[in-house]
């Protein structure tokens, strides 16, 4: 429904956080340790300064996950948006930008300068979303894109 504002979700709504997390990964084939782990992990990570998700909807119909941390080259902390996604039934409500906006205002907020996304490069819906919205894949003044490389590290080796 049109009027349900953003707000940040208590650790008490873990479980509501993670079957949302849990849904998006299964709409694109990702792997995830479903609900239950997912939950155990939010619970702890909502109750600190440095995670927080956004809701939206009632019942919930959208999230946004975040991570802050310090960061050398600001003298606030950089923000990473780890998901955003809001359910098949509710898209194109304007649920996404809402979302995305109360992120931004919650990372000012907490001190943040500078709030980073990754995107899968073919993922030409998102990368269209969030440059309608103002971010770049690449820096002020630079011509080429950016790139964001990973490498899970096992435990010992």
Known sequence: ??????????PGEAVVVAELLDAFNREFDSPTPGIRALADRLVGLLSGTDVFAVLVGEPAAGVALVTLRPNVWFDGRVALLDELYVVPSRRGEGLGGDLLAAVEAEVRERGGELLEINVDGEDVDAR?????????????GQAEPQLYYSKELAPGG
């Open 1 to 10: 429904m049109p009027g349900e504002p953003p707000r940040v979700a208590a």
């Open 128 to 140: 269209r979303f969030y440059e309608r919205h103002g971010y770049a894949n690449h820096d002020a």
